[in-house]
């Protein structure tokens, strides 16, 4: 059984940092694709970076290029998430999810992926 654990988030003024972790377990990695998902009420789950279980290529969303850094843990199923330079526009709850893709990690929405960590929330405000 697949699980999903998270750490980290919560809240910063514009223009801080703040890091997310995530670790996978109970499976065999090699195949998994792992990603980091936000969300606010009322609108749909967004990938903002994963990273392709084959290539070990990471993907950005346009909205977070240049201001955050998705990066392997220790372990291979560990990842974290630098979020510098934050802004108003990124608080949301915050999920990390892993599933097993064929096509590079950035073709696949949410809906998706099947494993799912709790989410955390990152708040943006002055």
């Known amino acids: 059984q697949v699980q999903v654990a998270q750490s980290g988030g919560g809240s910063v003024q514009p223009g801080g940092s703040l890091t997310l972790s995530c670790v996978a377990s109970?499976?065999?990695?090699?195949?998994?694709?792992l990603g980091w998902f936000r969300q606010v009420p009322g609108k749909q789950r967004e990938l903002v970076s994963c990273?392709?279980?084959?290539?070990?290529?990471?993907y950005y969303a346009d909205f977070v290029k240049g201001r955050f850094t998705m990066a392997r843990g220790d372990a291979k199923d560990a990842i974290t998430l630098q979020m510098n330079s934050l802004k108003a526009e990124d608080t949301a709850i915050y999920y990390c999810?892993?599933?097993?893709?064929?096509?590079?990690?950035?073709?696949?929405?949410?809906?998706?992926?099947?494993?799912w960590g709790p989410g955390t929330q990152v708040t943006v405000s002055s």
């Open positions: 109970g499976y065999t990695l090699t195949h998994y694709a």
């Open positions: 990273i392709s279980a084959s290539s070990g290529s990471r």
């Open positions: 999810a892993t599933e097993r893709l064929i096509l590079g990690c950035q073709n696949y929405r949410a809906n998706e992926y099947g494993n």
